[in-house]
């Protein structure tokens, strides 16, 4: 049971780490395909993240991230349970990408279909060198159905979306990160330490930042420039008239504060 008192599905595991809290999907013999019941579990975990953490490792079990939609289930559905589906993920995508805690993904192997849109609704991507990337929904006559033609796009543009969903196109680790999927590229089994230590940087912020950053950038970027630029000025204004914003601002005129370092 997680300390906020949720029940996780066999899918999820949860470790403590004080500030920064680890989520593991943890399936591997599935290839952590995510049924639905793990993706429900995941918009309520991130919906009430456990108090205390102020940010979380994302990671996978055995040697694939997620092999996307949970397919042994398609079969029964019809339409209607195929929207129903789709929506279930969209609102526990957005619960993470839209919560109170910035998400760090670890990805590696398989990155593929849903495993890809989990990904994409995360903030900070970590690519290690096995980590591959694919859009196979067209192979298997369906389409994505876990934000990814909101979130995708938006990551590495419409054009080159189009051609994953078309020719099955799989990207390797680095051109994963040439293109914007991943912010980061690391040796295989690298990941979880890089995790953390930018889990525990973003977990020193001032929350209000972090709250600018998940909930101002993504929602001004979609916004006409007139719109962005009100948000923005109003965003700045309320962050730097927080205690928090007085008082690191204070320490570094002080010199009490870290510089800026290459
Ligand atoms: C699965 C799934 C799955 C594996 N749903 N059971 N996603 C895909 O089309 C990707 C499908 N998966 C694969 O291409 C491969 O499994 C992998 C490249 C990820 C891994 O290959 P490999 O050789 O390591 O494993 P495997 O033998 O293929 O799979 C191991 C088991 O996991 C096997 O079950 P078993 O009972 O025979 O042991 C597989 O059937 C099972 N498995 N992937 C169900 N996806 C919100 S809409 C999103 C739409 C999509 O995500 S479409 C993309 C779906």
Redesign the pocket.
């Known amino acids: 049971m997680v300390d906020n008192g949720m029940d996780l599905p066999p899918g999820l595991v949860y470790r403590d780490c004080g500030e920064v809290g680890i989520l593991e999907l943890d399936r591997p ?3 952590n ?1 995510l049924d639905d019941d793990t993706v429900v579990a995941l918009g309520a975990f991130f919906t009430e993240p456990p108090e205390a953490v102020r940010a979380i490792v994302l990671v996978a079990a055995g040697e ?1 991230f997620s ?6 289930r398609v079969g029964a559905w019809d339409a209607t349970d195929g929207i129903a589906s ?1 929506q279930r ?1 969209h609102r526990a995508f957005d619960a993470l990408e839209f919560g109170r805690v910035p998400v760090v993904a670890v990805l590696k192997g ?1 990155v ?3 495993g890809l ?1 989990l990904a994409a609704a995360c903030h900070v991507r970590i690519a290690e060198a096995s980590a591959y990337f694919a859009l ?2 067209g192979q ?1 006559g ?1 389409f ?3 934000g990814g033609s909101v979130r995708l796009p938006r990551l590495i543009g419409t054009s080159r979306v189009m051609d994953m969903l078309l020719t099955g196109r799989v990207y390797d680790a680095s051109g994963a990160v040439a293109l914007g999927f991943a912010q980061y590229e690391v040796a295989n089994g690298g990941g979880e330490a890089l995790a953390l230590e930018l889990a525990r940087t973003i977990a020193a912020n001032s929350p209000l930042s972090n709250f600018a950053a998940m909930h101002g950038l993504p929602r001004i970027a979609d916004a006409p420039r007139a719109s962005g630029f009100f948000a923005e000025a109003a965003i700045a204004a309320v962050t730097q008239a927080s205690p928090e914003a007085k008082r690191r601002v204070a320490d570094f005129l002080a010199k009490r504060a870290k510089k800026v370092r290459p």
Do not use: M
């Open positions: 013999q599935k290839r395909a694939h092999a996307g939609l949970d397919l042994s789709s993920w398989a593929i279909g849903g849109e196979p929904e298997r369906i994505v159905g876990g």
